[in-house]
């Protein structure tokens, strides 16, 4: 065989194993709508009071990187639905009804306050791995299916008031007093 044929038999496997890999994330997304619930929409009044700068947050924005949801059976079983599986650059917000992980790109990710189950430090999630501590994973549901979803603060110090507050805003979900953590001071974005 000559080079020329043998650049166009690499190149003819290369479309093959994409066009496969497109494939088999399409077949996963047809799968899991058919199972899984509808992801909740952020409120539009908060995406305008963020857009306008006058949210008001329990703690500072964070900014980073949107790494993937992925349901509770595995770190790897990625949420395909939409374009939630998709990882984009966003700033994550901490709100008293809930989560704001706004994607470039991309539609924000809402997680409710009455979802919340869990937050703490992982090493990794499907599409990101880090090692040590490297990502903030929230832990939350909707019906009755429970999802992971990941975010690498491009200040990894962040974790350690992010971890506490979102539990507090989890634990917070009886309390009738509300989602105030003690030692997340509430901010205006862009202070």
Known sequence: MNRFTLTLLFLAVLALLVLLMWWG????AR????VLPPFPDAPAALLA?????TAVTLL???TGVYASTVTTASWQDRVA???????ADATAYL?????LIDRVGATAVWIPAGAVREARTE?????KVMGGDGLLVVRWAVDSHEFDTGFRADDKDDYDRWVPAVRALSSSKTSPSGPTPTDAPEVRDGE
């Open 25 to 28: 994330y399409r077949n996963r």
């Open 31 to 34: 799968r899991q709508a058919e």
């Open 49 to 53: 009071a963020i857009s306008d700068g």
């Open 60 to 62: 500072p924005p964070s």
């Open 81 to 87: 639905i939409g374009d939630i599986g998709f990882r």
């Open 95 to 99: 709100v008293a009804d809930g989560v």
């Open 123 to 127: 090493a990794g999630i499907a599409g």
